[in-house]
């Protein structure tokens, strides 16, 4: 297993270098971070809404994460599935923030 994520954040790493233009290998970067960094959500989610609402964010980042695990894991699935393909147009990201990480930037 930590072969897998090594390899996979390494792949990652290479897909994702170029921000400024969406193309279909970052496209697949995105699904592949999707699929395999998923549960990053529920504690980025928990920090997202801790500094926006104080303490009081811990149980809406943490009701928010565990439901957004299910959402990327299954955004990433398509991703990966239709990075050929130019849907939505350009290649654009269909979740914001684009990376499970980009949380703990």
């Known amino acids: 297993m ?5 390899i996979s954040a390494l792949v990652l790493m290479f897909f994702t270098t170029n921000a400024t233009a969406d193309t279909s290998a970052q496209k697949f970067g995105r699904g592949l971070a999707g699929m395999t960094c998923g549960v990053m959500e529920l ?8 500094h926006a ?12 994460g565990v439901g957004m695990i299910v959402t990327r894991e299954l955004v990433g ?3 990966f599935v239709t990075a050929p393909f130019p849907i939505p147009a350009g290649f654009k990201p269909i979740l ?4 499970p990480w980009s949380y703990f930037n």
């Open 53 to 64: 609402k104080g303490a009081a964010g811990f149980p809406v980042g943490l009701a928010k």
């Open 77 to 79: 699935v398509y991703e």
């Open 2 to 6: 930590k072969q897998l994520f090594a």
């Open 96 to 99: 914001s923030p684009e990376y």
């Open 43 to 50: 504690p980025g989610n928990i920090i997202k809404e801790t």
